[in-house]
């Protein structure tokens, strides 16, 4: 039992789950840190013996989601903040892309979030406090070519999200999304598959766009550090924000999404209330 915020993170082997968990565990915040390779994320543990609770946890499989949170409320007798994190990416254009592999990915980062908010809830449910962390991403707000499924990802993260702020937010509990650019993480390394084969005709726009990502991975212009402490930030906050964006680029590439719809609602305004019956 404590009476410091429990953290419980996902996907806590590499980048902002990592981070995360790293800067938790300074401040002195009892966390659940969980990877599928416990060997991958046991180094956290050191020096952090009596607030670090090392978990193997698959967000794809039902039973290692139950006994995680289980074992969490057993050993902490609550959770605070739930920080979906684990996900991967997929790089190939609409057309390309193998559907067993945009499949696997669905059930990572939408089914593993959905039902490791669905364990979590009863708990903060009880408890009338606690947030929901979901880690989408800028291509929750903007879909670019080469990440046509991933950005669905995302975009259906940022709907479940939005959605459950408003049925939650009576009841005292939260959700904060977090929407981060280009970072330097293992998202566009290792943590994303590619088509192995590709089409001519898109060369010039998805193929074009992978090599792009594939070749600044490792030099992003963001920070998991500084993410991890902006994160811990939002979710203290009096007043939090659903959408918390990090970077710079993840910054200028909303507010381009939102001139674009604002001109498509202008210049539509006509049509688009045109489509009502006549008013009596």
Request: aromatic share 6%; proline share 5%; with cysteine.
């Amino acid at each position: 039992m404590t009476s410091k915020p429990v953290w419980f993170i996902t996907g806590c082997s590499t980048g902002f789950g990592r981070e995360l968990a790293r800067h938790t565990l300074e401040l002195g915040y009892p966390t659940v840190v969980t990877a599928r390779n416990t060997a991958q994320i046991e180094d956290l543990a050191k020096e952090h013996e009596d607030n670090a609770l090392i978990l193997k946890l698959d967000v794809t499989k039902a039973e290692d989601i139950e006994s995680a949170v289980k074992a969490a409320v057993e050993r902490f007798g609550r959770i605070d903040v739930l920080v979906n994190n684990a996900g991967i990416g997929y790089f190939g254009s609409f057309e390309e892309s193998e559907m067993d592999e945009v499949r696997k990915m669905f059930e990572i980062n939408v089914w593993g979030l959905a039902n490791m908010s669905r364990a979590v809830l009863p708990t903060l449910r009880k408890q009338r406090s606690g947030t929901v962390v979901n880690i989408s991403s800028q291509g929750g707000l903007v879909a670019n070519p080469a990440v046509s499924f991933y950005t669905a990802t995302k975009f259906a993260v940022e709907a479940l999200s939005e959605a459950l702020s408003k049925e939650i937010a009576p009841l005292g509990l939260k959700v904060l999304i977090v929407e981060p650019g280009p970072f330097r993480t293992d998202w566009a390394g290792r943590s994303a598959n590619e088509v192995p084969s590709t089409i001519e005709d898109y060369r010039s726009t998805s193929g074009q766009r992978a090599q792009m990502i594939r070749e600044i991975s490792g030099n992003q212009p963001g920070d998991p550090v500084r993410a991890a402490k902006a994160i811990v930030q939002a979710v203290e906050a009096k007043d939090p924000p659903l959408r918390l964006l990090l970077g710079k680029q993840a910054l200028q590439n909303a507010r381009n999404k939102i001139g674009e719809l604002q001109r498509d609602f202008d210049a539509w305004e006509k049509v688009t209330v045109g489509a009502d019956f006549p008013e009596a």
